[in-house]
């Protein structure tokens, strides 16, 4: 199960994560396409409330994984918002806020259920790693240093979407990073590093060739 605490989160706002695993903030999104023909941005920030930091960057680097992430210029748009986030957190507030531009931009319902198979599976295997542990490596400190690495992998997507598929790296490296952020689990923050240097590596060689 998920801590819903992230850098900057203080304590929990409406919509917020409280004790949900990753599954049930899954759940979540797709109770959201159900009831809409369209969830925009906005809809996931009053879900998941203004203080939880990380489970928002999660969840849409998770929709960058699926099918969602195929579309033109989604992937950019989706780096760009978790972006704007990690910006927030590396700066200390404690509360997400984001421009109108952003928080009305939304996908398609059909679109998220069509990527649901996938974006489950990768939650049930989040959820199964998630632990606390070597603690010491998710101090507040250290997050805001593994916000603004997140910042960094953002500003690689746009280039990384002229290569197929190279854009899911970076995002699955950012959805790592946010789980460490979440359980406060120093491992996987390590693995999720370990995955963004890989990620911007393979981009780079990708692009240069």
């Not at 109108?100 to 059909?110: E, M, W």
């Not at 490296?173 to 590596?201: H, Y």
């Amino acid at each position: 199960m998920v801590d819903d605490r992230s850098a900057g989160s203080g304590s929990k706002g409406s919509g917020s994560t409280g004790n949900r695993s990753i599954g049930d903030m899954v759940d979540a999104i797709e109770d959201l396409a159900a009831r809409k023909d369209e969830v925009a941005v906005g809809d996931l920030v009053e879900q998941f409330g203004s203080r939880t930091f990380a489970p928002f960057m999660m969840i849409l680097a998770l929709v960058g994984i699926t099918p969602v992430g195929t579309i033109p210029s989604v992937p950019s748009f989706i780096a760009l918002s978790i972006a704007l986030v990690a910006g927030q957190q590396v700066l200390g507030r404690s509360h997400l806020w984001l421009p109108g531009v952003l928080r009305d931009r939304s996908v398609a319902s059909g679109r998220i259920a069509s990527g649901k198979g996938k974006l489950r599976k990768i939650a049930g295997i989040l959820d199964a790693i998630a632990r606390k542990r070597l603690t010491a490596l998710a101090s507040d400190p250290a997050l805001r240093i593994v916000a603004g690495l997140i910042v960094m992998l953002c500003a690689c997507v746009p280039l990384l979407e002229l290569v197929p598929f190279a854009a899911a790296g970076p995002f699955l490296a950012i959805a790592l990073l946010s789980l460490a952020m979440l359980v406060r689990d120093g491992l996987v923050m390590l693995v999720g590093g370990a995955l963004a240097l890989g990620a911007l590596f393979y981009g780079g060689t990708a692009l240069a060739w």
